[in-house]
């Protein structure tokens, strides 16, 4: 999916995870970073 966005020429990709989703660590060791929180969820975002 990062690969096609990049080939489509987007600079950057942003997604919201549940805080209690154990997701959240996949995205980290992805590249993903927290861009904000909020009370339940977390923003994050990953230059291409």
């Known amino acids: ?3 096609l966005l990049r080939g489509k ?9 549940q805080k ?3 997701a959240f660590r996949l995205y ?3 590249g993903f970073e927290k861009l904000r929180e909020t ?3 977390y923003i994050l ?3 291409l």
Not at 9 to 17: D, I, K, R
Request: net charge positive; no cysteine; charged share 30%.
């Open 20 to 22: 209690t989703n154990p």
């Open 9 to 17: 020429g987007y600079a950057q990709v942003s997604l919201s995870v």
């Open 28 to 30: 980290k060791r992805l």
């Open 1 to 3: 999916m990062l690969q």
């Open 39 to 41: 009370d339940e969820e």
């Open 45 to 47: 975002v990953r230059k």
